[in-house]
């Protein structure tokens, strides 16, 4: 069965910094992985996807993600942060048959201080 | 620019109620879900469908059931609306080979 696993319930950083948001998965095959964000009272936007080739992969928003097979992690980062990338973002894991359900991590929310 | 749109941001109803929620997306998508969200429990999948009429329950379908008889529009109905049915709930659809696209959710209060 797939999982994901967010270690980080919480995270604070202060504006301008950099962030990284921890992601690890299991997985039988190789898995298509996500990361969404959603700010309060939304629903959840998709931030980047991996499905295969190059590890590194470029999203929304200034995000990146690179995806370690040895490591299962999936991993989100920014090189600054913003005010307003104050959020919830979920790591989601998914096949491709199935209707690629995806089964979602619990979450970590950002808050960044002035 | 693509749509998920749910009929209600919030719904409050009372306890023993029929309800239904709808989701209309305008993508041409294969795949529609419903989730519901909770504090401390994440995302917790209700139902998905991969075809019209086609059906298949996720992680917690009790208390609920679900009607694709159009491709774009995927409705979740709360049979007999109970308390412990009060949460976020969140509509996607995909192509099976890319990421969902959710709509804004609906805050259903059951009293």
């Known amino acids: 069965a797939q999982s994901v696993t967010q270690p980080d319930i919480h995270i604070t950083v202060s504006e301008g910094a950099s962030l990284e948001l921890r992601c690890n998965y299991s997985?039988?095959?190789?898995?298509?992985l996500f990361w969404y964000v959603q700010s309060p009272g939304q629903g959840l936007q998709l931030l980047l996807k991996?499905?295969?080739?190059?590890?590194l992969v470029q999203g929304i928003k200034g995000f990146e993600a690179e995806f370690k097979r040895s490591q299962s992690s999936f991993n989100l980062r920014k090189p600054s942060v913003h005010w307003s990338d104050a959020a919830e973002y979920f790591c989601a894991v998914g096949p491709n048959t199935n209707a690629g359900k995806s089964t979602f991590g619990d979450g970590t929310t950002l808050t960044v201080k002035p | 620019d693509v749509k998920v749109t749910q009929s209600s941001r919030y719904l409050v109803k009372r306890t023993g109620e029929k309800v239904f929620l709808e989701c209309v997306q305008d993508?041409?998508?294969?795949?529609m879900f419903w989730y519901r969200q909770d504090p401390g429990l994440g995302l917790r999948l209700i139902y998905f469908?991969?075809?019209?009429?086609?059906?298949e329950k996720g992680d917690i379908p009790e208390g609920y059931s679900v009607s694709r008889e159009k491709k774009e529009r995927f409705s979740l109905i709360l049979e007999s609306a109970s308390t412990n049915q009060t949460s976020m709930y969140l509509c996607?659809?995909?192509?099976?080979?890319?990421?969902?696209?959710f709509g804004s959710g609906t805050r259903l209060t059951v009293v």
């Open positions: 991996y499905f295969s080739g190059d590890t």
């Open positions: 469908s991969y075809d019209v009429k086609m059906k």
């Open positions: 993508m041409d998508h294969e795949n």
């Open positions: 996607a659809s995909s192509l099976t080979d890319y990421g969902y696209t």
């Open positions: 997985y039988g095959a190789t898995p298509y």
